[in-house]
Every structure is written in C-alpha cells, then in structure tokens.
C-alpha cells in the first residue's frame, strides 16, 4: 500500500513541476530527487562476531522536493536499512515529509539549503528474540549543491536525527544519528 501511494505522489509531484516554466534551480516549481545507497561488509578480528561472522550494513534512501515558492521546497522522504551478523538483525525503515529553505538564484554556481522534518520510523531487532518498535525521527540538516551539468548536481550534506520509539510492549527506545553525506541528486527545471 505504501509502495502504491509513494509512486503516486512522486508522479503527481513530478509532472506538476514539469508543466510550469521555471528559470533556474530553486525557482517556483522545480524539483529535486535524491536516491543514496550504501553496502558495506566488515570481518577480521575487529568486527566478527565470536562464530566468525561478518558484520554486514545496507542503507537505501530516497528523496523527492519540489520548490513551492522562490527558494522555499516541500519534499517526502524515504529510507531503509538493514544490518546483520550472524543470527542477529536489525531492519529499520522511515517515511515522512520536510520542508527546506535554499540560497541561490539564476546565476548561482550552487546552493546551499537547510531542511527540517519528520518521519515515522519502524524498527525490527532480533537478538534473543524479535522486538518491533515504531515512532517518530525528528530531524534537521544542512547541505549544498553544485551544479556539474545542467540536471545534474553534488550534494554535500549533515544531518541530525533524535529518534523516539516503543515497542509492542511499550517499552521506549530513544536514539540519535548524525550523517555526512556526498551524492548526486537530479534537479528539474526548464
């Protein structure tokens, strides 16, 4: 269901910007989209566990925005990960709106922006035995982009999360996540 619902919005959010005529990349109705993925598998003494297991870590993660005024944008946000070893797991995921500001206009050679928002977060662990937990992820970030074509751009970003779970009985999970970031992300205007 939420699958059907995302490529919806993304389509809808997409071809409304594509209709108006905008001048450069943060005008009115431009749009950005953002996907990051990240494997990484570690072993050795340093990170197997005691049965000689790996230690492996997958992220995927997904951003739409669309600039609903002169340097102001609206997006939704999508991300999942995973990370194993041995018989333990944890699969997490998170999906919500956020808003942003952005500096720059026509003759900029980047822009850097600042956004803020909210997802619901679920969470899968399994150690002895599976808890599931869900709540919110507040967060915040800032960033720039750099154009390298005309669609394409270098995103550099940081970001703060504070995460606030429960589980199913109700037990509270509290987190924090700080990322650094370098990626490309698509920039559509006329």
Avoid at 57 to 77: C, H, K, Q
């Amino acid at each position: 269901m939420i699958r059907k619902i995302s490529v919806v919005f993304f389509t809808c959010f997409f071809s409304a910007g594509l209709i108006l005529a905008q001048e450069y990349a943060t005008d009115k109705g431009a749009g950005l989209f953002n996907i990051m993925g990240n494997f990484s598998s570690s072993g050795g003494s340093l990170f197997e566990d005691s049965h000689g297991h790996y230690s492996n870590s997958a992220i995927f993660g997904l951003n739409a925005s669309r600039f609903v005024a002169r340097n102001v944008f609206l997006g939704l946000g999508f991300g999942y990960g995973r990370q194993s070893q041995g018989d333990w797991y944890s699969t997490t995921y998170g999906i919500g709106p956020h808003i942003g500001l952005a500096a720059g206009g026509q003759k900029s050679q980047g822009f850097p922006f600042i956004s803020f928002g909210v997802r619901y977060y679920g969470a899968n662990f399994k150690t002895y035995n599976t808890v599931e937990a869900a709540g919110s992820d507040i967060f915040g970030g800032l960033g720039i982009v750099i154009p390298i074509r005309k669609y394409v751009g270098l995103t550099f970003e940081g970001n703060y999360h504070a995460l606030s779970l429960k589980d199913q009985n109700d037990h509270h999970y509290g987190g924090k996540i700080f990322t650094l970031g370098i990626g490309l992300i698509g920039v559509f205007y006329k």
